[in-house]
C-alpha cells in the first residue's frame, strides 16, 4: 500500500515521456519507470494498535482485542488466520474423526459440530506467555476452562472435567462436545488473547419414524407423516422404492414432513423412503404401502382351539379345499 502511494505521488509529480531509456542494468523502460526503480517508498510513521480493514489502517482502541464484541454479540471473523495482530492473534478449530457426517476440514472464525465428537482449538506460537487459559462466553458471561502455567499441571474447572485434554507444547485444547457446548471460545495470555472463536454443536440426528395406514384401499386418500426423535433436521426428502419422489397433482408434500396420495392406485404401492439431514448427519427409514381393491383384500383370520379337561394328545389342524374331490385332504 506504501509502495502504491508513492507511485502514485509520482504519477502526478512527473509527467510519463515515452522515451526510451537506460536504466539500472541497462534495460529499455521509460523515465517514469526508472525514476520509480530509484526511489525508496517512504516508511509510515508508527501508530499504536494498527488493524488492516478494508485495505485502510485504523487505529483500535486501548484495551481491546480483535474479536471483543458487546455482551451477547457474534463474533467477528479473523482477518488474519494464525497471525498475531496488535496482541491479538486468530486461531483454529477442527472436528476429529469419526463423527458422523460433520465437516473435518479445519476451520477458522467459526465451525459446525456434533454432539460427542472431539473438536481440537489450536492457536499460534505464543511471544513469550508464561500462563495461559482457556475461556468461553455465553451471552454477557465469561468463564474459564482451564488454567495452565508452565511447569505445573493444568487446571480444569468441573465442566469440563474428564473431556478435555490441554497439550502443554503447542497449548492447542481438545473437548469432547456436549449439548450446550455451542459458544464462543479464545485463549487468553497475559498481554495477548484470540479473537473469539464461535463453536456451533448439533445433535446429530436419530432414525426418523414413519407413521401412516400401510394398507389403503383403491381409490382412497392416504398420509406418511415422517418425524424425528432427536436432533433438528435441516432438509427432508421422500424416496419410492430407492427413486426421488416429486410432487405432482395427486402426490403431494406438505413442509416435506408429510406425504399426501390423494386417489390412490395399485401403482402407488412400494417402499417409501423418508431422509432426512442437517449439517453433521443423515438418516432414513422405510415404509411399506400396499394399495388393493376390496375385492381382493385377504385379510388374516385367527383360529383358536381350546382344550378343556385332562385330554393329553397332539392337535392338528386341516384344512378342506372346495372344488375337489372329497378324499382330498
Known amino acids: 500500500m506504501c509502495w502504491l502511494a508513492t507511485r502514485s505521488s509520482l504519477r502526478k509529480q512527473q509527467p510519463l515521456r515515452r522515451e526510451v531509456i537506460a536504466c539500472g542494468s541497462g534495460a529499455a523502460v521509460t523515465s517514469l519507470e526508472c525514476a520509480l526503480r530509484s526511489t525508496k517508498p517512504p516508511s509510515l510513521p ?66 459446525v459440530s456434533a454432539v460427542g465428537c472431539t473438536v481440537q482449538l489450536t492457536v499460534p506460537e505464543l511471544r513469550g506467555s508464561r500462563a495461559v487459559s482457556w475461556e468461553y462466553r455465553e451471552g454477557s458471561e465469561e468463564r474459564v476452562i482451564l488454567s ?31 449439548r450446550g457446548d455451542g459458544r464462543l471460545y479464545r485463549l487468553r ?67 416435506n414432513t408429510t406425504l399426501c396420495i390423494l386417489q390412490a392406485s395399485i401403482t402407488d404401492s412400494g417402499y417409501y423412503t423418508c431422509v432426512v439431514s442437517n449439517a453433521v448427519s443423515q438418516n432414513e427409514t422405510s415404509f411399506l404401502l400396499q394399495v388393493h381393491h376390496s375385492a381382493n383384500v385377504m385379510l388374516p383370520v385367527v383360529l383358536t382351539c381350546v382344550s378343556v379337561g385332562l385330554l393329553a394328545g397332539v392337535l392338528v389342524w386341516y384344512q378342506k379345499r372346495e372344488n375337489s374331490c372329497d378324499n382330498c385332504w
Do not use: M
Open 189 to 255: 495470555a497475559q498481554e495477548e488473547a484470540t479473537a473469539w472463536f464461535h463453536l456451533h454443536v448439533l445433535e446429530p440426528l436419530s432414525q426418523p419414524k414413519i407413521v401412516g395406514n400401510s394398507l389403503v384401499k383403491a381409490g382412497g386418500n392416504t398420509k406418511l407423516v415422517c418425524n424425528v426423535v432427536e436432533g433438528k433436521a435441516d432438509a427432508y426428502w421422500w424416496k419410492k422404492n430407492g427413486e426421488l419422489l416429486l410432487g405432482s397433482e395427486r402426490i403431494r408434500l406438505v413442509e
Open 148 to 178: 495452565y502455567a508452565f511447569h505445573h499441571a493444568p487446571n480444569v474447572s468441573v465442566l469440563y472435567k474428564n473431556r478435555a485434554t490441554f497439550n502443554e507444547t503447542d497449548l492447542s485444547l481438545q473437548v469432547v462436545l456436549r
Open 46 to 111: 508508527k501508530l499504536p494498535n494498527l488493524l488492516v480493514k478494508d485495505k485502510s489502517i485504523v487505529p483500535i482502541p486501548r484495551g481491546t482485542f480483535r474479536g471483543d464484541s458487546p455482551a451477547g454479540a457474534a463474533s467477528q471473523p479473523c482477518p488474519v488466520p494464525g497471525k498475531w495482530l496488535n496482541r491479538s492473534f486468530c486461531g483454529s478449530a477442527r472436528t476429529l474423526a469419526p463423527c458422523y457426517l460433520a465437516d473435518l476440514r479445519p476451520a477458522t472464525g467459526s465451525l
